[in-house]
């Protein structure tokens, strides 16, 4: 990997995780609850959103093993579900709007590097960079969406189930952090078809960035 491209990664890295936490926030306050505008966390200011594993430790670790991509996140925005109008899928909604903001910003980039493509409008190393930001958010939407607190997945997952569930809820939230980092050590592969088979949907071609 380039100097230029992994440099470039980690910028995109940072605004997109920024944006999907934002994106937490403002749909919290959307859904009744103001906790994270009172908290200062409705910013784009990058260093409000600075979580110690995943904005450092594992963005660090992965470049020292010479990753391909990175992956990381941002602190979580605060919020209280019981201020939620929607108390039963109200906090699936919040945990839904990180992912959904990192597919829209694919989706916007990946139809104009699609079109710019189409009428060989692009030099190959803009098409690149373009190809870095849908690919970040991507694979920041898929990998968000994993059950494992404390993702937006386990949010998700938190709802579908039955109130007798609870137990399973305090074991999971008991051994997230543990099982994260199992899941990135061990199986991140597995979201990797996934990441794939979106980025050609989107962009109409398959990876080929590195």
Same mark, same amino acid.
């Given at each position: 990997m380039s100097e230029s491209i992994l440099i470039f990664?980690?910028?995109?890295?940072?605004?997109?995780?920024?944006?999907?936490?934002?994106?937490?926030?403002?749909m919290a306050n959307y859904l009744g609850d103001p906790t994270a505008k009172y908290a200062?966390?409705?910013?784009?200011?990058?260093?409000?959103? /600075?979580?110690?594993? %995943? $904005?450092? #430790?594992?963005?660090l670790f992965l470049l020292i093993a010479n990753s391909p991509m990175l992956i990381g996140w941002a602190k979580p925005v605060p919020y209280n579900p019981y201020n939620?109008?929607?108390?039963?899928?109200?906090?699936?909604?919040?945990? /839904?709007?990180?992912? %959904? $903001?990192? #597919?829209l910003i694919a989706a916007i980039f990946g139809i104009f590097l699609r079109i710019l493509s189409a009428f060989d409008l692009a030099s190959p190393a803009f098409s690149l960079?373009?190809?870095?930001?849908v690919l970040i958010n991507i694979l920041l939407a898929v990998f968000n969406l994993v059950p494992i607190p404390p993702l937006d997945g386990s949010k998700i997952l938190y709802a579908l189930l039955p109130d007798s569930?609870?137990?399973?809820?305090?074991?999971?939230?008991?051994?997230?952090?543990?099982l994260l980092l199992f899941f990135i050590f061990f199986l991140f592969q597995l979201i990797f078809p996934i990441v794939f088979w979106l980025?050609?949907?989107?962009v109409g071609a398959p990876l080929g960035l590195f």
């Amino acid at each position: 990997m380039s100097e230029s491209i992994l440099i470039f990664q980690i910028i995109i890295l940072i605004i997109s995780a920024v944006i999907h936490e934002v994106s937490h926030g403002a749909m919290a306050n959307y859904l009744g609850d103001p906790t994270a505008k009172y908290a200062g966390r409705l910013t784009f200011n990058p260093i409000a959103h /600075i979580d110690l594993w %995943g $904005s450092i #430790l594992i963005p660090l670790f992965l470049l020292i093993a010479n990753s391909p991509m990175l992956i990381g996140w941002a602190k979580p925005v605060p919020y209280n579900p019981y201020n939620l109008r929607d108390q039963k899928y109200g906090s699936a909604l919040v945990a /839904i709007a990180g992912p %959904g $903001s990192n #597919l829209l910003i694919a989706a916007i980039f990946g139809i104009f590097l699609r079109i710019l493509s189409a009428f060989d409008l692009a030099s190959p190393a803009f098409s690149l960079f373009l190809g870095v930001i849908v690919l970040i958010n991507i694979l920041l939407a898929v990998f968000n969406l994993v059950p494992i607190p404390p993702l937006d997945g386990s949010k998700i997952l938190y709802a579908l189930l039955p109130d007798s569930a609870h137990r399973f809820k305090a074991v999971l939230e008991q051994q997230g952090m543990l099982l994260l980092l199992f899941f990135i050590f061990f199986l991140f592969q597995l979201i990797f078809p996934i990441v794939f088979w979106l980025y050609r949907l989107i962009v109409g071609a398959p990876l080929g960035l590195f």
